[in-house]
């Protein structure tokens, strides 16, 4: 039996308690070690993960999808937030960009009020505004040739017709300025104004001078009323105005200032032919009235074709005949002639004018212009548009055209080779048949030939009694033979003149020399010989004139304008693209325009008369003017004048230009 140690109880406890003391010591040791600390976090780490782990695995379930909402809510939440917040800010922005806008409007409204305040000032102390400043700035059409405007008021009428009927004939345009309610009555008559061409114009409706003249806001009533009658009968709204009784003492600026505003043009008359002075006017009169208004390079005539102006009608041929005769052309008014306006005149109409009223007719007026220039603006973008059409239909029907003619083209070509096939076999059988008979015709060329060398005697004869009568022809203009009693032998007049052996071309060329000295004598005796023009007590010169240098109209002498002020020591110069003629003496200047036949003179630069249709012709290059009437231009004058058998003379006076 193996014997073991003993070991007390006590013994025992004391290494129990002491084995224990050793291990908790231990486990603390290591807890509080650096690597403890580390295997922690991991420990940690891998939890978390873990736990991702799970989450994702879980994800499918309840509890996941109530999270996964509740998420999105708080999401849709924040971008609705901050769609609030945007906006706000830019509805803070809208108010604050309106003040602004606000503030500017409200500074417009009162810069445009003081400038109506100071328009209404000076408008109410009877200044014109805005038209003649916009009258000097634009440029009118000046016509090159002086113009006449025949213009009717008061129509349409039963007279209108017939006036319309002879400007056809005469191939006149003019103006017509209507009564709205007279165009009511007669439509048919507005539509053939406007088809033939002429133009029309607003007369106000019924021409009834008190409720015109009262105040504008009448006048502009019968306007638009009468605008708008002749929109609907032939879609027209004219720009051009005659007032009723014309503008003198009738309009004031304020009249001229709202029609100017509105885009209208006012047009008066200078030639007044007194058709509506009184009850039947006597057709002489009105005639006698237009022949004795001033001539000017631009009229405007007044005519009538309201009921009772017959004798307009009647006196219309000799008006316009009259004026045919002065040189004038006709055409009818527009935008572009520049409108005759009377002066402001004191009103013979008891108005007034308060601001308030002021400001309401001009926003009534200035509506209007916005509207009319919207409508203008569309009916020229509905123009410009049918234009576009209409050109692509042309293009179209020009291939179309270009393509039958290339196909009448082919065909023309495959015709000419067929004809030309045609020809060719002609001219072969042609050659043929001329070879056949080329022996035939060898021998009748031999025939005539020995038949051209038997020449009669007679016709030697013939050709030597024609030398003979040339020959005689020349011994009597030079005045060996009288024209009737030339006689001469045929040896004579061959051993004289040498004619004997002459040709046919050289007998021909002596006659044609013969014919030109005849000629030259006649043209020398027709013209008169030299003229003399003495310069009298201006120099005691004189200079001569050659008679290709001048011309005798009657009693009348024209010549070079260059030949005569050179003459009289003057300057004169061309300007070729104009064609006109200037003279420079002392202090004068005078210009002689050419194509509108206008003489206009100068002293010291300043323009001082004007002379209309001249008698100016340019003639070879060379400007022909009267001698009388162009000596007055420089204060000269013809003192005398020998027109005889004898030498011409022309005796001149030109001692009151030394003092121009």
Excluded at 415 to 431: C, D, I, N, P, Y
């Amino acid at each position: 039996m193996r014997n073991y140690p003993i070991i007390t109880l006590q013994k025992f406890s004391a290494r129990l308690s002491f084995t224990l003391m050793l291990i908790i010591f231990l486990q603390v040791s290591v807890f509080f070690s650096p690597a403890s600390f580390t295997h922690a976090e991991d420990s940690q780490a891998s939890g978390s993960s873990l736990q991702q782990k799970t989450g994702n695995q879980e994800a499918g379930s309840p509890k996941a999808s109530s999270q996964k909402g509740n998420n999105q809510k708080e999401s849709n939440q924040k971008e609705s937030n901050q769609e609030e917040k945007n906006q706000k800010s830019n509805n803070q922005k809208v108010v604050e960009q309106k003040v602004i806008d606000e503030k500017a409007g409200n500074q417009q409204a009162v810069n445009q009020d003081a400038k109506n305040q100071a328009t209404f000032k000076l408008l109410n102390e009877g200044k014109r505004q805005g038209l003649q400043q916009e009258q000097q700035d634009k440029t009118y059409k000046i016509p090159e040739k002086p113009t006449v405007y025949l213009t009717f008021d008061d129509g349409p009428s039963k007279l209108t017709g017939p006036v319309l009927d002879l400007l056809q004939k005469e191939n006149i345009k003019a103006s017509f300025f209507v009564l709205g309610k007279e165009a009511q009555a007669h439509p048919e008559l507005i539509r053939r104004i406007i088809n033939e061409g002429h133009t029309i114009g607003n007369h106000s409706y019924d021409h009834i001078y008190k409720e015109l003249y009262s105040d504008f806001s009448s006048f502009w009533e019968q306007l638009q009323r009468t605008e708008q009658i002749l929109n609907d009968t032939a879609g027209v709204k004219p720009r051009l105005v005659r007032a009723p009784g014309g503008t003198f003492t009738n309009f004031d600026a304020y009249y001229y200032y709202y029609m100017d505003q509105a885009g209208y043009t006012v047009v008066d008359w200078n030639v007044d032919s007194g058709d509506s002075r009184k009850k039947n006017v006597p057709k002489g009169d009105i005639i006698e009235e237009v022949k004795k208004a001033p001539l000017k390079h631009e009229m405007t005539v007044l005519f009538h074709d309201g009921s009772g102006h017959e004798a307009t009608l009647e006196a219309l041929p000799e008006v316009i005949r009259y004026f045919k005769n002065k040189g004038y052309a006709f055409a009818p008014l527009s935008a572009e002639v520049k409108p005759v306006q009377f002066p402001l005149g004191k009103s013979k109409w008891n108005r007034t004018m308060s601001y308030a009223h002021f400001q309401e007719l001009l926003t009534e007026v200035a509506a209007y212009a916005h509207l009319y220039q919207s409508e203008h603006a569309q009916q020229s973008g509905q123009s410009h548009l049918a234009k576009q059409v209409i050109e692509a239909v042309e293009e179209d029907r020009a291939k179309e055209v270009q393509a039958k003619q290339a196909e009448q083209a082919k065909q023309i070509k495959q015709a000419e080779q067929a004809k030309q096939t045609v020809q060719a076999k002609q001219t072969k059988q042609t050659k043929q048949t001329k070879q056949s008979k080329q022996t035939e015709q060898e021998t009748q060329a031999a025939n005539q030939t020995q038949q051209a060398k038997q020449v009669p005697q007679v016709q030697k004869t013939q050709t030597q009694q024609a030398q003979v009568q040339i020959a005689q022809q020349k011994l009597a203009f030079e005045g060996n033979l009288s024209a009737d009693e030339s006689y001469a032998s045929e040896a004579f007049i061959s051993s004289e003149m040498g004619l004997s052996n002459s040709s046919g071309e050289e007998l021909l060329a002596w006659q044609g020399r013969l014919a030109i000295q005849e000629s030259e004598q006649a043209l020398a005796v027709a013209k008169g010989g030299q003229l003399t023009i003495k310069l009298g007590n201006y120099a005691n010169q004189s200079f001569i004139l050659e008679p290709d240098q001048y011309q005798l109209k009657g009693d009348r002498i024209q010549l070079s304008l260059r030949f005569l002020m050179e003459g009289l020591g003057a300057e004169v110069s061309w300007e070729q693209e104009k064609r006109t003629a200037w003279v420079h003496f002392g202090l004068t200047d005078i210009s002689f325009d050419v194509p509108s036949r206008t003489i206009q003179v100068y002293k010291m630069g300043v323009a001082k008369e004007v002379y209309y249709l001249a008698e100016l012709n340019l003639i070879e290059g060379v400007l022909q003017v009267p001698l009388t009437s162009t000596l007055a231009l420089l204060g000269g004058q013809v003192t005398g004048f020998n027109a005889g058998d004898g030498p011409k003379e022309v005796a001149i006076d030109m001692r009151k230009y030394l003092f121009i």
